[in-house]
Each structure stands twice: as structure tokens, then as C-alpha cells.
């Protein structure tokens, strides 16, 4: 199946601060990605879809100017959480749908944000 | 409203025997549907996916579809321990639609 690549794994900052995480498809191209939060024993919650070259589409209640999602190439999109609060601490996963056309996703290993 | 709902579980079962969990949902929209599994503090893994009625077997996975009654259903066989694990059922509505996750299901394979 197609590779997608996350990082970073797991980040620690303080409150106030801002995190990028980055998502690369490293051996296909992804105009579509999609970044999911996922809190303890829940499931995973879509955040909004990345579109290469346009803006990125946000679920409901998902505030677009906290967490910045920037898709500025086919293999690249990133995820940048601006002021961080301890709210925020969640398991953060980018997907890639399947580049030969289904509807199967393919997920990137996750970053375990935690906001102090 | 769109709605997967899931197992609450958790389920346990021995090793060997055989490991039932069942995902139902509420749009008849709906047109596939995935089983993907997830290991403690790691990403979700694509299982299954199942498309029309009836069953899809692959290794000692089969998954079921019902569209009538709106569920689907992953067996899995000779559970081993390594099986333990989040199992969440999606689903999309047809192409380039975006996948709605259920709440996801514990199983424990007990040695």
C-alpha cells in the first residue's frame, strides 16, 4: 500500500506556543489529504481535508484559525497548531486516500501532541 | 444525521476461538465500508474492505456486509493474541467522500 509519513511522533511544548506537523506521501501523489484527531479511547474525529493548491475545508466546530493546514505541494501537507493549550493535547493523524482511486485510506503514524 | 455506531465492548475472547464484532450504521448512502485496526498509540491500519452483500474472507479475516439491515461485521478466526487490539469500522458515501469512523471496539485475545 501507499507510505505515508508523519513527524514528528510525539511532541511536548508549552502553552502559547505553536506546533507543525508535517505529512508527506512519500511514494505517490496526494492533491487530498485529511488530518483526524483522535482523544483516549475515542475515535478518530475528522478536522478537515487538505486540498493541494486551494484552502483546506473544515468540519464543524473545528476552528480554522487555531489549527492552520497549508497542502502546498502533492506530497506535502502540514498541520500547524497555533497557540497550544493543554485542550489540545490529542493524537493527531494525517491520511491519504488510496492514489489509485478507491475510497481506502492510508495513515500516516500519528503525532501524540501534549501542551503543558 | 450521519451516524456509525459500534460495539462498545470491550470483547474478549479466548485464544483460537473465534473473535464476532458488529458496526452498524445509519445512512443507506452508503456504499463502502472499511475495518481498520489500531495497536495502542499507533495509527490505524486498513483490515477489510467490503463493497457489495455477502461475505469477504482474506486469511482468517472475513468481513460481512448487509445492507438491508444496515451493519457490517468482521469475524475473526483462531483470535491469537497479537490480535488484541482498537478495531474501527468506516465508512464513505462513493468516490472522493470523505470516511466517517465509528467509536471502535477493544479486543482482548486472552492467551
Known amino acids: 500500500g501507499a507510505v505515508v509519513s508523519q513527524h514528528p511522533s510525539r511532541v511536548i511544548c508549552k502553552s502559547g506556543t505553536s506546533v507543525k506537523i508535517e505529512c508527506r506521501s512519500l511514494d505517490f501523489q496526494a492533491t487530498t489529504m485529511f488530518w483526524y484527531r483522535q482523544f483516549p479511547k475515542q475515535s478518530l474525529m475528522l478536522m478537515a481535508t487538505s486540498n493541494e493548491g486551494s484552502k483546506a475545508t473544515y468540519e464543524q466546530g473545528v476552528e480554522k484559525d487555531k489549527f492552520l493546514i497549508n497542502h502546498a505541494s502533492l506530497t506535502l501537507s502540514t498541520l500547524t497548531v497555533t497557540s497550544a493549550h493543554p485542550e489540545d493535547s490529542s493524537f493527531y493523524i494525517c491520511?491519504?486516500?488510496?492514489?489509485?482511486?478507491?475510497?481506502?485510506?492510508?495513515f500516516g503514524s500519528g503525532t501524540q501532541l501534549s501542551v503543558l | 444525521q450521519k451516524e456509525v455506531e459500534q460495539n462498545s465492548g470491550p470483547l474478549s475472547v479466548p485464544e483460537g476461538a473465534i473473535a464476532s464484532l458488529n458496526c452498524t450504521y445509519s445512512?443507506?448512502?452508503?456504499?463502502?465500508f472499511f475495518w481498520y485496526r489500531q495497536y495502542s498509540g499507533k495509527s490505524p491500519e486498513l483490515i477489510m474492505s467490503?463493497?457489495?452483500?455477502g461475505d469477504k474472507e482474506d486469511g482468517r479475516f472475513t468481513a460481512q456486509l448487509n445492507k438491508a439491515s444496515q451493519y457490517v461485521s468482521l469475524l475473526i478466526r483462531d483470535s491469537q493474541p497479537s490480535d488484541s487490539a482498537t478495531y474501527l469500522c468506516?465508512?464513505?458515501?462513493?468516490?472522493?467522500?470523505?470516511?466517517?469512523f465509528g467509536k471502535g471496539i477493544t479486543l482482548s485475545v486472552r492467551p
Open positions: 467490503i463493497y457489495s452483500n
Open positions: 491520511s491519504a486516500r488510496d492514489p489509485v482511486g478507491s475510497e481506502k485510506l492510508f
Open positions: 468506516a465508512w464513505g458515501t462513493g468516490a472522493n467522500s470523505k470516511l466517517t
Open positions: 445512512d443507506r448512502v452508503s456504499q463502502s
